[in-house]
């Protein structure tokens, strides 16, 4: 007889509890995701070895200053006295213009089979004349900058390459050496078939080469000064 009782408690308390909880309604999940449902979650991209801190950076443009742009002002003034010259402090491109070009060269050595190991920047010097040997404009006479070329590994090493073209990737090295387009270097001439030159059709080979971004005196107002 007792023991009903306790069961007969413990039953209506259990559609008590039962009640009320359903009076409250659900509980509110405060970590509901605000994503769509079956939405991929965004992967963390981790800061890559190279980046480097505000302090360090204001270190290197401090060096440039004292060690390099007198040196160059003083250059450029002696060449040209009656001529103000402003030496270059940055070289930069538009951020869309970048994502292209990544794109267009992971397009390339795709197609050309082969893999992009490095980026590689040249310092560069603008010529003090109107046009480039091929035409082109020279935009800023006399100032420095910089390019970019893509690498792929041959045999251990790092070298810039262009898309020949037969379609496939060619050392810069063996088509432009130390005497200008067209030389032959047997430095760096391989056995593999896909790395041997073909120079007698420069005019049609695809450079994978960036430049034409801006540059100038240091920005208004200047990031570092």
Known sequence: MKNNRKNT???LGSIL????SCQQGPKK?????????GEPQEEVVSAPSGIITLAESKSLYDNYTKNRVDMIQQFE????????????????????????????????????KVDISTLRIYFANYPDKDRFPDGDKVVHPRQN????????????????????????????????????????????????AGFVPSLS????????????????PPPYPDDFD
């Open 77 to 112: 003034m002696e060449r040209k006295p009656d001529e103000k010259f402003v030496p270059a402090r940055f070289s930069d491109f538009d951020y869309a213009t970048i994502k292209q070009y990544i794109a267009f060269i992971e397009q390339e050595a795709k197609e050309a």
């Open 9 to 11: 408690i413990a039953f």
């Open 17 to 20: 509890l039962l009640a009320i």
């Open 201 to 216: 059709s420069t005019s049609i080979d695809q450079s994978l080469n960036l430049n034409h971004g801006s540059s100038g």
């Open 145 to 192: 900058s910089i390019f970019i070329v893509p690498t792929m590994r041959v045999d251990s090493m790092d070298y810039g390459f262009y898309i020949g073209a037969d379609g496939k990737a060619k050392l810069i090295k063996n088509a432009v050496g130390e005497t200008g387009i067209g030389y032959k270097s047997n430095q760096v001439e391989r056995s593999e």
């Open 29 to 37: 999940d405060d970590t509901t995701d605000p994503r769509t449902p």
